[in-house]
């Protein structure tokens, strides 16, 4: 699972890992009201995944940590490090201490080095993905973080909506992606390939981006049986995945899969509760 030589890749990848996981640390020490920060910083990862979902379908770029054996699920770890933390951190910092747009730029600048950077040492390749488009993406995602968090604090309902999707979202993908690392589930919808785990989290992406749709519609309404709906639909999902051979589980899916499933469910009616409170 975990890769064993001598390549430096990974400590670039895990100095990264130490410094944003300082500043994300620093940001909860500092502020008082940190469930919005919560909220706001689990959102705009939301944002980044969502973003970067049709990049990597389409492969425009390609990490290499060299922390995962399987390359493709090094790629895909590479991923979740860089939407997941490394510039959701930063923009949750520059957010929350409201910091101006020279900051904003000063980031900006600092992302776009370390991309440099890392293609040099060539740790990081850009297929048809360009420096100039992470830099401009980055800098106006700062902005939108800010609204969002604004918009938390503001009782903003269409904000408000959007983060319920995006944090259930967030916590579903990566206990699936941790159960992936651990290779206790594949999906399989091609079966002549050489490249399997490509496709698992390409199926993945696009299965849990419906999957949140439908469980977040049923979360809002009124009628409280029609929220336990989303399970049962993926329960049956499951099964039908699982007879046409699609999904494949290794061990217990009740032991593995299905709490992977039910965890955030269950957690999305206490992000219910909570959302409400600033309504």
């Not at 990264?16 to 994300?24: E, K, N, P, V």
């Not at 995962?68 to 201490?97: H, M, R, W, Y």
């Not at 993926?234 to 051979?245: A, H, P, Q, R, V």
């Not at 039910?262 to 992000?271: S, T, W």
Request: proline share 3%; net charge positive.
């Amino acid at each position: 699972m975990f890769k064993k030589n001598n390549h430096s890749n990974k400590f670039y990848y895990l100095g990264l890992i130490f410094l944003h996981s300082f500043l994300l640390f620093y940001v909860f020490c500092k502020k008082k009201n940190r469930r919005e920060i919560f909220l706001t910083f689990l959102s705009i990862v939301g944002l980044t995944f969502h973003f970067e979902y049709p990049l990597y379908i389409l492969k425009a770029y390609k990490y290499k940590t060299n922390i995962l054996k399987n390359k493709e699920q090094d790629n895909s770890f590479g991923s979740v490090l860089s939407q997941g933390l490394f510039v959701p951190s930063a923009a949750i910092f520059i957010s929350t201490f409201d910091l101006g747009w020279s900051i904003k730029l000063l980031f900006t600048i600092y992302f776009a080095l370390i991309e440099r950077w890392f293609l040099k040492l060539n740790i990081y390749k850009n297929n048809w993905w360009r420096t100039t488009y992470t830099s401009i993406l980055i800098f106006s995602y700062f902005f939108i973080s800010d609204a969002w968090y604004n918009g938390i604090r503001n009782g903003n309902k269409l904000i408000l909506k959007l983060t319920l999707n995006n944090v259930f979202h967030v916590t579903y993908m990566n206990l699936l992606f941790l159960l992936s690392v651990f290779k206790k589930f594949k999906y399989q919808p091609v079966v002549f390939t050489t490249q399997p785990w490509y496709y698992h989290y390409t199926f993945v992406k696009i299965y849990t981006v419906v999957e949140t749709l439908i469980t977040t519609y049923f979360l809002e309404q009124k009628k409280k049986w029609k929220r336990i709906l989303p399970i049962l639909i993926t329960l049956i999902s499951d099964s039908f995945f699982n007879k046409i051979n699609i999904l494949k589980v290794k061990g217990s899916y009740w032991v593995y899969l299905f709490p992977a499933r039910i965890a955030p469910h269950l957690m999305a009616f206490l992000l219910k509760k909570w959302i409400k409170k600033y309504e």
